[in-house]
T-cell receptor, first 113, second 112 residues
Framework: GAGVSQSPRYKVAKRGQDVALRCDPISGHVSLFWYQQALGQGPEFLTYFQNEAQLDKSGLPSDRFFAERPEGSVSTLKIQRTQQEDSAVYLC???????????FGSGTRLTVV | AQSVTQLDSQVPVFEEAPVELRCNYSSSVSVYLFWYVQYPNQGLQLLLKYLSGSTLVKGINGFEAEFNKSQTSFHLRKPSVHISDTAEYFCAVSGGDYKLSFGAGTTVTVRA
């Protein structure tokens, strides 16, 4: 596609529910990132993939967060047993390589009630 | 580790007036610097980036920024703003390891 597509755009989850957020990167992009943006804050790094390999997951806030990119294209961010503090916009970005030419998606706004 | 401080959380400005958004960074290594814009309910769009070379960087939509190593700053400027420049602006830094560290953002509101 022409850009990075994220779905759903909005997700409301009850506390304790599991959620899955999807990212479709630009075709052929090797690098893929997930960022978390809390209300009124800048995005914070969660995890980084190069093709299907997850090279850095140092930003994942707890073991309830899990990300995968099994075929090196679409990625899924899964949050288990959601908590209120998980409420945020989750941004996905992709890039052709390590040249900082990243394209961000519009994000998924997660609200945990 | 790298970090960014955006010195102004909100900047109101009149249409056709100039604007400057201030950004200071801290880093123990060489840095790459970025400015992104975020319109409501949209993702981040890259305005400009400094990787190396000339310290004056020109970006899209008439924006420019100057890298000042001695003052550890990367301020964003536009000589004449439009209503459509109303948005959130984020400064970001990377130490060359692909991760971006963002500031808290500056909300620019352009008034007629």
């Amino acid at each position: 596609g022409a850009g990075v597509s994220q779905s759903p755009r909005y997700k409301v989850a009850k506390r304790g529910q599991d959620v899955a957020l999807r990212c479709d990167p630009i075709s052929g992009h090797v690098s893929l990132f997930w960022y978390q943006q809390a209300l009124g804050q800048g995005p914070e790094f969660l995890t980084y993939f190069q093709n299907e390999a997850q090279l850095d997951k140092s930003g994942l806030p707890s073991d309830r967060f899990f990300a995968e990119r099994p075929e090196g294209s679409v990625s899924t961010l899964k949050i288990q047993r959601t908590q209120q503090e998980d409420s945020a916009v989750y941004l996905c970005a992709s890039g052709p390589g390590n040249n900082y030419g990243y394209t961000f998606g519009s994000g998924t706004r997660l609200t945990v009630v | 580790a790298q970090s960014v401080t955006q010195l102004d959380s909100q900047v109101p400005v009149f249409e056709e007036a100039p604007v400057e958004l201030r950004c200071n960074y801290s880093s123990s290594v060489s840095v790459y610097l970025f400015w992104y814009v975020q319109y409501p309910n949209q993702g981040l769009q890259l305005l400009l980036k400094y990787l190396s070379g000339s310290t004056l960087v020109k970006g899209i939509n008439g924006f420019e920024a100057e890298f000042n190593k001695s003052q550890t700053s990367f301020h964003l400027r536009k000589p004449s703003v439009h209503i459509s420049d109303t948005a959130e602006y984020f400064c970001a830094v990377s130490g060359g390891d692909y991760k971006l560290s963002f500031g808290a953002g500056t909300t620019v509101t352009v008034r007629a």
